[in-house]
Structures are given as structure tokens and as C-alpha cells.
């Protein structure tokens, strides 16, 4: 799973690697997300986020995924991030 964060916004996505091929994708700005997003702070919607991305993996039968924070420190909205994909049944 890659994370990318912007001052508003954040993203995650699932690639398989191997083949190259983008598995399952949610932001901010996704359209199932957004009205749960504008009534949360930055934090809960991550959390939000790594909810989405979870239930998506688990539909295309992705359990267990590697975590890429990019260059961003394992904190604040990268870290409610990952936690709320680990409430959604991922392993780290």
C-alpha cells in the first residue's frame, strides 16, 4: 500500500508490483467518501481512508499488504491511516 498526503488531501492505493497493475485505490476526494470526509478533521478522515482501502483489498481478496509511507514520518494522519486499515482487516 503507497501513501501519498497532500495539506488537504490524502491517498492510498494498492499495487501489485509483479504485474504492475493498480488493485484498489481511495482519497479524500473519492466520491463514497466525501460526505463522511467535509464533517471530520484531517486525522479521522485518514482514518476514514485506510477503512475504505481495507474493505477494498479484502473484496479483490488482498489480506496482507506491505505499507509504503513514502517519505513521510510515522505520525499524525499516516499513522491514523494505518490504523484504521488495520480495523479493516489488513496485516502490515
Not at 499495487?15 to 466520491?31: E, F, N
Not at 460526505?35 to 474493505?55: F, H, M, P, S, Y
Amino acid at each position: 500500500m503507497s501513501v501519498f498526503r497532500s495539506n488537504r488531501h490524502i491517498y492510498a492505493q494498492i499495487i501489485d508490483d509483479t504485474s504492475g497493475v493498480t488493485l484498489a485505490v481511495c482519497g479524500t476526494k473519492s466520491k463514497s467518501l466525501r460526505d463522511q470526509v467535509a464533517k471530520a478533521g484531517k486525522k479521522d478522515a485518514a482514518k476514514l481512508v485506510g477503512e475504505a482501502i481495507a474493505k477494498q483489498a479484502l473484496g479483490v481478496g488482498i489480506r496482507c499488504v506491505c505499507f509504503d509511507r513514502n517519505r513521510y514520518k510515522y505520525h499524525g494522519r499516516i499513522r491514523s491511516l494505518a490504523e484504521g486499515a488495520r480495523q479493516g482487516g489488513l496485516v502490515f
